[in-house]
T-cell receptor, first 115, second 114 residues
């Protein structure tokens, strides 16, 4: 069965510091998709990125960047020059390209940006 | 920008009562989902729904749960006889296509069972 591990339960950094959130997954599937979602204090889940297992190119979107390494089954998320508005719980998630269509979420990392 | 909406935002009920949680998915989406998040824990899949039938359900989704798309816009989750352990945030999600497409989540309904 697929499993997503976010070993960092909580992280606190001072504003403007860079921070990396780790995500490691386990699967026997050859193709799959990985996601990051943000859950701000208001509670909703906000989609951030989707990555196809065929595409190992890193992606940058403004202050956000993602590093996907299939060899180590990791899909890490870096926030550069963090801001207080980045404070949230961040979830990594997985979906297989075969069989079920459910998102399997990690346990989340609570990120606190200290002003 | 289109979004998934959910009502109510907070529901308080007595143990053993029936509750219906309502969702309006994004209008051109075809796949619908319910997830739940017990306070402080990870988000867990409950059920997926496509073409007016359940396509997959988790072991959490037992006979006490049911889903329905009563009209062209609403998607509901019913819990027939609520238990204390059903207290959680329930998220509805929808996607335009299958697994390749991101699932967009609603703001959630916080269910409190007393």
């Amino acid at each position: 069965a697929q499993k997503v591990t976010q070993a960092q339960t909580e992280i606190s950094v001072v504003e403007k510091e860079d921070v990396t959130l780790d995500c490691v997954y386990e699967t026997r599937d050859t193709t799959y998709y990985l996601f990051w979602y943000k859950q701000p204090p208001s509670g909703e889940l906000v989609f951030l990125i989707r990555r196809n297992s065929f595409d190992e190119q890193n992606e940058i979107s403004g202050r956000y960047s993602w590093n996907f390494q299939k060899s180590t089954s990791s899909f890490n998320f870096t926030i550069t020059a963090s801001q207080v508005v980045d404070s949230a719980v961040y979830f990594c998630a997985y979906i297989s390209n075969f069989g079920n269509e459910k998102l399997t979420f990690g346990t989340g990392t609570r990120l606190t940006i200290i002003p | 920008e289109p979004e998934v909406t959910q009502t109510p935002s907070h529901q308080v009920t007595q143990m053993g009562q029936e509750v219906i949680l309502r969702c309006v998915p994004i209008s051109n989406h075809l796949y619908f989902y319910w997830y739940r998040q017990i306070l402080g824990q990870k988000v867990e899949f409950l059920v997926s729904f496509y073409n007016n039938e359940i396509s997959e359900k988790s072991e959490i989704f037992d006979d006490q749960f049911s889903v329905e798309r009563p009209d062209g816009s609403n998607f509901t989750l019913k819990i027939r006889s609520t238990k204390l352990e059903d207290s959680a945030m329930y998220f509805c999600a929808s996607s335009v296509g299958t697994r390749y497409n991101e699932q967009f989540f609603g703001p959630g309904t916080r269910l409190t069972v007393l």
